[in-house]
């Protein structure tokens, strides 16, 4: 079984970001992904404005479990829209949104600690 396009199942740190995507997994990446426990899969959300139900439950439901999600929205820090929040929260997974660059660092650093965590990452 091979697996879906723009999607690259496994754990993988972000190695860099910036002129729009993303490198990992000894690869490169146009746009914004979602990067969980269980794979890196790109999404077509491009703007924190974007971010909606779908693409939360898209993460809940594909990640295999997650103690926190890191929303990375962009250059600036945005805030993520309260139901969206709740959401997460009523799924037991924490949740902290940061611009891109922090994202980045935070999730590779939670990464190596061995947690659960997952991030949408908002291309920069």
């Not at 396009?5 to 993988?12: A, D, E, K, L, S």
């Not at 077509?44 to 898209?58: H, M, Q, Y």
């Not at 929205?73 to 891109?100: F, H, N, Y």
């Not at 590779?108 to 965590?117: K, P, Q």
């Amino acid at each position: 079984m091979t697996a879906p396009q723009g999607y690259v199942p496994g754990r993988f740190r972000i190695d860099d970001y910036g002129d729009g995507g993303f490198r990992f997994a000894d690869m490169s990446h146009r746009g914004s992904i979602l990067a969980l426990p269980t794979g890196v899969r790109a999404i077509a959300t491009a703007s924190w404005k974007e971010i909606d139900a779908a693409t939360i439950d898209l993460a809940l439901s594909d990640s295999g479990g997650l103690d926190l999600f890191i929303v990375g929205t962009g250059k600036d820090l945005m805030p993520l829209a309260s139901p969206l929040r709740a959401r997460l929260r009523d799924a037991g997974v924490g949740c902290e949104t940061m611009a891109t660059g922090a994202a980045v660092r935070t999730y590779n650093m939670l990464l190596d600690e061995g947690r659960r965590v997952g991030a949408l990452l908002i291309a920069v």
